[in-house]
């Protein structure tokens, strides 16, 4: 299985320019022979906490089904972010398109301090069933909880999705992180950062891959829009740009 972190720059806010741009990414992921593709946190309309109320959609939003038939098309797990219309307020989603399947719609459970004027947590763990492989959900702040990644491998993960936007010391963080969780639960890690402006910070790319004995297989830089991408059979690893 092949799996595609996409590190973008997302436009504050507007869903019509990020759908566009994820439809050239997840093309060119296609032509790179991906199975699992993942988008930074909140990937549809930026990073963006006091826009998030009036941005919130419902997963079922129509201008959404266009990752279904990409899905379908390329037989691919594409997994993008977007605030969703919760029963306790907006939440922090990965919305998941899998061929053939109803999408699925996992919301960020552990919420950092900044994010609780903003955000309501989710409710629900999750897992995914692709390509013979399992794979948990996680976006961001909780990906750094142990216990997070604790009930993903509790679950039978093999491989943890970290959808993020961190700043440069997010980033580090995540670094000295990712490869511990990854050994001691014999899970790769994906993580997918974004590059930019967002909130009040400077998200700082660095998008990586970890195998599951939490050797560091490639890492992007800090500010450039690439795909990082590593396939689980071959264990060969790259960092592409985009088109």
């Not at 566009?20 to 699992?36: C, F, L, R, S, W």
Request: contains cysteine; hydrophobic residues 45%; charged residues 15%.
């Amino acid at each position: 299985m092949k799996l595609i972190a996409a590190q973008i720059l997302s436009v504050p806010g507007d869903y019509e320019a990020n759908i566009a741009k994820h439809m050239e990414v997840i093309h060119q992921t296609a032509g790179h022979g991906a199975h699992v593709v993942v988008f930074p946190e909140l990937s549809l309309t930026g990073y963006e906490p006091k826009l998030a109320e009036a941005l919130a959609v419902y997963p079922s939003d129509s201008r959404l089904d266009v990752f279904q038939r990409l899905s379908d098309q390329y037989g691919m797990l594409i997994a993008v972010g977007a605030p969703t219309k919760g029963l306790e307020g907006t939440e922090i989603s990965m919305i998941s398109f899998q061929p053939g399947l109803a999408r699925t719609c996992y919301s960020k459970q552990h919420l950092h301090t900044d994010e609780l004027p903003y955000f309501a947590p989710g409710a629900q763990p999750l897992v995914l069933n692709h390509a013979g492989s399992i794979l948990a959900p996680a976006i961001c702040y909780e990906s750094l909880q142990p216990i997070h990644a604790e009930e993903a491998a509790q679950s039978g993960a093999q491989v943890y999705l970290a959808s993020v936007a961190k700043s440069e010391r997010g980033v580090a963080l995540a670094n000295s992180h990712y490869p511990m969780i990854a050994k001691r639960h014999s899970m790769a890690v994906v993580m997918a950062n974004c590059v930019g402006a967002a909130d009040d910070f400077v998200a700082a790319g660095g998008s990586s891959i970890w195998n599951s004995r939490g050797e560091i297989l490639c890492s992007a830089g800090v500010d450039q829009e690439v795909l990082i991408a590593y396939d689980m059979q071959t264990g060969e690893a790259g960092v592409f740009g985009l088109v």
